[in-house]
C-alpha cells in the first residue's frame, strides 16, 4: 500500500497551524513550528495562497485562512447540528454579556442566504421577538458581515444598490468590500447604527473543521451599552463574542473527531 504523501501532509499541517493560532502567522513563524525550511514552507504558503486556502495580510506579510476554504467547510454541517453545539454558549455569552444574543448561517441550495438559526433573549424584562429564521442582511448586520466576509457565494450575491436602513448604512458595493477585508483582517465585526438607529452589534466567525467558517454568534443591544463615548465597539464585548465563537469551534471540532 503506497505510503503519504509529504508535501499534502505538510499543506495539511500549516492549514491546521493557522486555524489554530489566535494571530495570524508568517513564514517564520509557520517554518519553525513545523521545523521546515524557509523555502519548503515558502512554496508550499504560495500555493495555498494560489488556490485560496491561505490569503495574505495586506501589508504584513503574515496568513490567515482564506475564502476558498468555506465552500467546502459548509458541506456536511447542518444548521440544526450547529445550533446544537452553539446553545450553552450563546447563552452564557447573554448572561455575561447583558444583551441579546445570535447565532446565524448560509443556507444551503439555490437561495444561499444568510439566516438565524438561534436566538437568546437579551437577560431583562423587556419585551422582545424571537428571529430565528429571519433573514440576515449581508451589509447592514455584523452577523451578515461575518458570513459575508467569509463566504464567496455571498459576496458575489451582494446587491450592487445595497438597501438602505439608516444614515449609517453602508450601500456602496466598494465600501463593502473594504469593510469585508477589515472583518477578515481582525477576525470580527461590528455595525454600528447601521440597521437601527441606537442599536449595535458586535459577531465573529464560528469555524469547523480545518478552521472553515460555518457561521456567526454576535450580540446587539443599544448603542451605549454596546459601544464606548467614541461609539467604538466595547473591547471586553468583543473579547467575550471571540471567546464565545471559539468554544463553539472546539466543541464542533471535538464532536467530528
Known amino acids: 500500500m503506497p505510503g503519504s504523501i509529504q508535501s499534502v501532509e505538510r499543506a495539511a499541517a500549516i492549514l491546521q497551524l493557522v486555524a489554530d493560532s489566535p494571530a495570524n502567522l508568517g513564514l517564520s513563524d509557520i517554518a519553525e513550528a513545523l521545523d521546515l525550511a524557509k523555502a519548503t ?7 495555498l495562497n494560489s488556490v485560496g486556502f491561505l490569503e495574505q495580510v495586506d501589508g504584513t506579510g503574515k496568513y490567515q485562512l482564506g475564502t476558498g476554504l468555506t465552500e467546502l467547510g459548509h458541506i456536511g454541517l447542518d444548521p440544526n447540528e450547529l445550533r446544537s453545539h452553539a446553545v450553552n454558549w450563546a447563552d452564557s455569552l447573554a448572561s455575561r454579556s ?3 444574543v445570535r447565532v446565524a448561517a448560509v443556507r444551503q441550495g439555490s437561495d444561499g442566504s444568510a439566516f438565524i438559526i438561534h436566538h437568546v ?6 419585551a422582545q421577538e424571537l428571529e430565528v429564521g429571519a433573514q440576515v442582511p449581508p451589509h447592514a448586520t455584523a452577523l451578515g458581515k461575518v458570513l459575508t466576509a467569509w463566504t464567496p457565494t455571498l459576496r458575489l450575491r451582494a446587491d450592487p444598490a445595497l438597501e438602505s436602513y439608516t444614515a449609517r448604512t453602508i450601500t456602496s458595493s466598494k465600501a463593502l468590500a473594504r469593510a469585508l477585508v477589515a472583518v477578515r483582517t481582525q477576525g470580527w465585526a461590528a455595525e454600528i447604527e447601521e440597521f437601527s438607529v441606537g442599536e449595535a452589534s458586535i459577531a465573529a466567525p464560528i469555524r469547523g473543521l480545518g478552521g472553515r467558517v460555518v457561521g456567526a454568534i454576535g450580540i446587539s ?11 467604538r ?23 467530528r473527531r
Open 98 to 100: 447583558g444583551e441579546s
Open 221 to 231: 443591544g443599544p448603542l451605549e451599552r454596546v459601544c464606548d463615548s467614541r461609539d
Open 121 to 126: 433573549f437579551r437577560p431583562d424584562d423587556s
Open 233 to 255: 465597539p466595547r473591547e471586553q464585548l468583543v473579547a467575550l463574542v471571540v471567546e464565545a465563537a471559539r468554544s463553539v469551534w472546539r466543541d464542533l471540532l471535538t464532536a
Open 41 to 47: 514552507a515558502h512554496g508550499l504558503l504560495r500555493t
